[in-house]
């Protein structure tokens, strides 16, 4: 069993920068791939970012390439979501889930945190 829990959500103006956290609970953090996904209102929830067991593959929406920043710390059981030029088109419920199975597919996920508030204002 593993628990996730988000933090790092907030209000933030376009152009800025939000750091998410999620801490895993467990001592085999490192045998999951870990995934960011992201529920705009009235919205489908959605793959964000994923990062492989070591972290040396990241993988990314294209809606967010080349401004997102996925990463982990395996000794800390922590995985981040570093947000640059951030967009009101953005702002949603941000969620880490994890995955023993190497696939970011939304419906195989085996773990979920409860989200946390992301809102970009213009």
């Known amino acids: 069993q593993v628990q996730l829990v988000e933090s790092g959500g907030g209000l933030v103006q376009a152009g800025g920068s939000l750091r998410l956290s999620c801490a895993a609970s467990?001592?085999?953090?490192?045998?999951?791939?870990m995934g960011w996904f992201r529920q705009a209102p009235g919205k489908e929830r959605e793959f964000v970012a994923g990062?492989?067991?070591?972290?040396?593959?990241?993988y990314y929406s294209d809606s967010v390439k080349g401004r997102f920043t996925i990463s982990r710390d395996n000794a800390k059981n922590t995985v981040y979501l570093q947000m640059n030029s951030l967009k009101p088109e953005d702002t949603a419920i941000y969620y880490c889930?994890?995955?023993?199975?190497?696939?970011?597919?939304?419906?195989?996920?085996?773990?979920w945190g409860q989200g946390t508030h992301v809102t970009v204002s213009s």
């Open positions: 467990g001592r085999t953090f490192s045998s999951y791939v």
């Open positions: 889930a994890a995955n023993r199975a190497n696939t970011y597919r939304l419906e195989s996920m085996d773990y």
């Open positions: 990062i492989t067991w070591n972290g040396a593959g990241t």
